[in-house]
T-cell receptor, first 114, second 113 residues
Framework: AQTVTQSQPEMSVQEAETVTLSCTYD???????LFWYKQPPSRQMILVIR??????QNATENRFSVNFQKAAKSFSLKISDSQLGDAAMYFC???????????FGAGTRLTVKP | DSGVTQTPKHLITATGQRVTLRCSPR?????VYWYQQSLDQGLQFLIQ???????AKGNILERFSAQQFPDLHSELNLSSLELGDSALYFC????????????FGPGTRLTVL
């Protein structure tokens, strides 16, 4: 079974600085998708970024980028120029090509200090 | 706003009771997913429907059931409720069965007293 591990329960970053959130996953499949979701205090789940496993290029969305290391089964999220609004729980998620459900990590709570 | 709606926002009930949570997917989305998020934990996949048919099942208890109606809205039925069923229940939808990302509704917070 696929599992997703986020080894950092909590992280903090100074406003305007850069922070990296870690995620590793376990799978025997070659085709899959990886996601980072943000959950602010409102509890809404917001898609931050997605990565297809067959793409070698790391995905980027404005200040958010990923470092996807397929061989190492690692998928970290880098947030540049951190803003107070980035404070939230961040969940890493995995979905295989054949399955429809997503497997989520336990989450990392990010605090942004002014 | 993801376009996915869920009602009610909050639900407080007693042990042993039965409740129904409702979800309307984004316009044009055929697939609906249900997730459970217990306090400060990640999301657990419960069940998926695609165009009215059950497509995938996750860690869903036998006391729980779901269905998707012809207008594509979905309902999650929780019965014989226990204290441990208190959680945030999310519905998500996607265009097709598996290739697209899922967009989440605002969730229903269920409290069982």
């Amino acid at each position: 079974a696929q599992t997703v591990t986020q080894s950092q329960p909590e992280m903090s970053v100074q406003e305007a600085e850069t922070v990296t959130l870690s995620c590793t996953y376990d799978t025997s499949e070659s085709d899959y998708y990886l996601f980072w979701y943000k959950q602010p205090p409102s509890r809404q789940m917001i898609l931050v970024i997605r990565q297809e496993a067959y793409k070698q290029q790391n995905a980027t969305e404005n200040r958010f980028s990923v470092n996807f290391q397929k061989a190492a089964k690692s998928f970290s999220l880098k947030i540049s120029d951190s803003q107070l609004g980035d404070a939230a729980m961040y969940f890493c998620a995995y979905r295989s090509e054949g399955n429809n459900d997503m497997r989520f990590g336990a989450g990392t709570r990010l605090t942004v200090k002014p | 706003d993801s376009g996915v709606t869920q009602t009610p926002k909050h639900l407080i009930t007693a042990t042993g009771q039965r409740v129904t949570l409702r979800c309307s997917p984004r316009s044009g989305d055929l697939s609906v997913y249900w997730y459970q998020q217990s306090l400060d934990q990640g999301l657990q996949f419960l069940i998926q429907y695609y165009n009215g048919e059950e497509r995938a099942k996750g860690n869903i208890l036998e006391r729980f059931s779901a269905q998707q109606f012809p207008d594509l809205h979905s309902e999650l039925n929780l019965s014989s409720l226990e204290l441990g069923d208190s959680a945030l229940y999310f519905c998500a939808s996607s265009r097709l069965a598996g290739k697209n990302e899922q967009f989440f509704g605002p969730g229903t917070r269920l409290t069982v007293l």
